[in-house]
């Protein structure tokens, strides 16, 4: 199972989404996948191409939210 079935969040998730491609091109990011993680502010505080790790990715949400 993916991350996204066996991790509850309460946060947005963006897959296959034409605003995924939106963001890639902002970002100058054409490898999929890619992940980015945006505060409350709409400021990128993470991004990631590649696979992203559950333990890669709890840390800095837990200390961001």
């Not at 946060?11 to 989404?17: F, G, R």
């Not at 054409?30 to 709890?58: C, M, W």
């Amino acid at each position: 199972k993916s991350f996204i079935e066996t991790t509850p969040i309460s946060y947005p998730v963006l897959l296959n989404m034409p605003a995924v491609l939106r963001l890639q091109d902002r970002y100058g990011e054409q490898r999929l996948p890619f992940s980015v993680l945006i505060d409350r502010g709409g400021n990128i505080i993470y991004q990631h191409a590649g696979e992203l790790k559950k333990h890669q990715i709890t840390p800095l949400i837990e200390k961001n939210i």
